[in-house]
């Protein structure tokens, strides 16, 4: 039987990588090998470089905490490291908590709408991270990976509360939530048996889900001759509207202004856009209808040819003239405002 009345000296700081002294009464299947384990009442500290001071409880033969003995935690990067005092006889042994060694299946980013209450009842979109979950009993801890770095770490919670780690928007801390769209989403989850437990090895990261508005074409072609092409465009998520005073959803717009080059006080090159916003006199742009976000957008464009002989192609690297979109102010879902999609490039041939 294990027994720490030797192997520790008068006591001696121990490193616990991936584990931590148990905090509940051991059942039988834990004690570790020993006799009497030893556990610890409360839990480990919760941030970095603070050293405290614990009780430790021996169990005896009819007491979970027969004796206590002083012992120091400190809380390091990814790890925490122990002050354990010996004990006074064997066998008694301080007893770990080891994680957990199941992992859960590649998990799978979905998309949803939630009922954001506020001067006007907006919808918010939110990520969930969806996976098959476990027969045991576990906490899960989902993490989120917005465009590859891991920014919003949730609470692990048991399956039945698991809403509580879906991916929302938040204004002001981009480790609570993302801060606007035109992003990329992925999340990971690991398993613990307590919340504050010590956490298994992380799942396979999801699949990449690009959050935001693709630009089909960002190359277009056009002939002198024929100066006309299109530049296509299409949502991955679909925008938040308005709830109406009978709990209707209205079919609310966004608008995508373009301008050659990003200069909001300029519209008036020669490259043209079929179309223009009412409200927005300053840009060239287009408006799409939420009941129709899934579809593809065509927008129609033109070159307006000059009475030069010589076609005068614009001074950038290629000959190409650049067109740039942004999305406009969307009021309520600022998420959605100011989003600067790829850039067109419209070369004009002979």
């Not at 027994?3 to 000296?9: A, F, H």
């Not at 007893?95 to 907006?122: I, Q, Y």
């Not at 979950?133 to 917005?146: A, C, G, L, R, S």
């Not at 993302?178 to 919340?195: D, P, Q």
Request: aromatic content about 10%.
């Amino acid at each position: 039987m294990l027994c720490d009345r030797y192997s520790l000296g008068n006591g001696r700081w121990v490193r616990a990588d991936a584990q931590d002294l148990l905090q509940t009464e051991p059942t039988p299947d834990q004690w570790c090998g020993t006799r009497y384990p030893i556990w610890m009442k409360e839990p480990p500290p919760e941030t970095g470089s603070e050293e405290v001071e614990r009780d430790a409880c021996v169990v005896g033969l009819q007491d979970s905490c027969a004796e206590t003995l002083p012992i120091k935690i400190k809380k390091c990067n990814n790890y925490n490291v122990y002050y354990l005092t010996p004990p006074t006889s064997c066998y008694k042994a301080y007893c770990f908590r080891t994680p957990p060694t199941d992992v859960v299946e590649r998990p799978v980013v979905r998309l949803k709408f939630v009922r954001v209450e506020g001067k006007t009842a907006m919808q918010e979109l939110q990520f969930a991270c969806s996976f098959t979950d476990k027969e045991f009993d576990y906490y899960y801890q989902v993490t989120w990976y917005i465009d590859d770095e891991p920014l919003v770490m949730k609470d692990a919670v048991q399956n039945e509360f698991i809403r509580n780690t879906d991916l929302g928007y938040d204004d002001k801390d981009k480790t609570k939530g993302y801060l606007k769209l035109g992003i990329n989403i992925k999340c990971s989850v690991r398993l613990k048996e307590v919340s504050d437990g010590v956490p298994g090895p992380f799942s396979e990261i999801s699949q990449n889900f690009f959050a935001g508005i693709q630009v089909m074409s960002t190359r277009v072609n056009i002939k002198r001759d024929k100066p006309e092409g299109h530049i296509e465009v299409k949502l991955t998520v679909p925008f938040g509207c308005p709830f109406m005073p009978d709990g209707s959803v209205e079919n609310c717009g966004l608008d995508i202004e373009m301008n050659v080059p990003r200069d909001p006080e300029k519209c008036s090159s020669i490259i043209k856009s079929a179309k223009t916003l009412i409200s927005q006199g300053k840009n060239c742009g287009f408006r799409i209808f939420q009941r129709a976000w899934d579809k593809k957008v065509t927008l129609p464009i033109a070159f307006i040819d000059m009475p030069e002989y010589d076609l005068v192609l614009p001074d950038s690297p290629d000959g190409a003239f650049r067109i740039g979109m942004i999305t406009g102010q969307k009021e309520g879902s600022p998420e959605w405002s100011g989003i600067e999609l790829q850039d067109v490039y419209v070369h004009v041939f002979t």
